[in-house]
């Protein structure tokens, strides 16, 4: 089932029961969280506070995006904060067969990142192991970026490749994603949509959730 996360990142942080409780109502199902360590990104974000505080108000499925130096020291900490799917960067991981194990073992879904230059390549003997793969389709560290077409060519090629591997991973892609791209994004095979900007700063994110999961449900049904 082809879904729409909001990313949580270009709500107001003031009021983010709020902005949940709203995109809740235009029928988001998974909330998509981003933490930066200032390291791997230039950019500082949430901690496992704000996710068990998260975690409290919803029921949401919370796909935690670790955009750190550090995924296997923190991804067992998110897991206990209430991440629900925690998806670490390709470009982080010495081991990240082991990584996904662990994150798996300690009972969330496990996904891998790759960043813009960044090839599909590099996930050859993970694939049949990541419950899902992220494509980058902005280089990670703010919101409000302009979409990088690549991504959608890499999407193709993974959704080639869990075709024929006969896999089941989901293919989820972040950035830059707006009423404008959300049906080419599912043509190329993704199934989670990741959308800041595009949702919290309209003036009805409610309306822009159920809008953009209209466009994803019926490209859906002719991708099928
Ligand atoms: C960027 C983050 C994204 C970001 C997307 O590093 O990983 O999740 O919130 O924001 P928009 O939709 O505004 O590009
Ligand atoms: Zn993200």
């Excluded at 974000?45 to 996710?51: A, D, F, L």
């Excluded at 996904?111 to 280089?139: C, Q, R």
């Amino acid at each position: 089932m082809t879904e729409i996360l909001p990313s949580i990142l270009a709500a107001d942080f003031a009021r983010l029961g709020e902005e949940i409780a709203r995109v809740e109502r235009g029928g988001a199902s998974m909330l998509h969280l981003d933490v930066m360590d200032g390291h791997f990104v230039p950019n500082l974000t949430i901690g496992p506070s704000i996710v068990k505080a998260i975690r409290k108000i919803t029921k949401a499925t919370l796909d935690v995006h670790l955009m750190i130096t550090d995924p296997d020291r923190y991804a067992p900490v998110f897991i206990e904060a209430g991440a629900d799917c925690v998806s670490v960067h390709q470009e982080t991981c010495r081991h990240l067969d082991g990584t996904l194990r662990m994150i798996q073992s300690e009972g969330a879904r496990a996904g891998v990142v790759i960043n813009p230059a960044t090839p599909v390549s590099t996930l050859g003997e993970v694939l049949d192991l990541a419950d899902y793969i992220l494509v980058m389709s902005v280089n990670p560290g703010f919101g409000g970026q302009q979409f990088l077409p690549n991504s959608l060519g890499k999407a193709r090629a993974l959704d080639a490749r869990r075709r024929e591997m006969n896999l089941n991973f989901h293919i989820e892609i972040d950035g830059g994603i707006t009423m404008d791209n959300v049906t080419d994004a599912v043509r190329a095979g993704c199934d989670w949509l990741v959308a800041g900007t595009a949702i919290f700063h309209s003036e009805d994110p409610a309306a822009a959730v159920r809008g953009m999961q209209h466009l994803a449900r019926e490209a859906t049904a002719i991708r099928a």
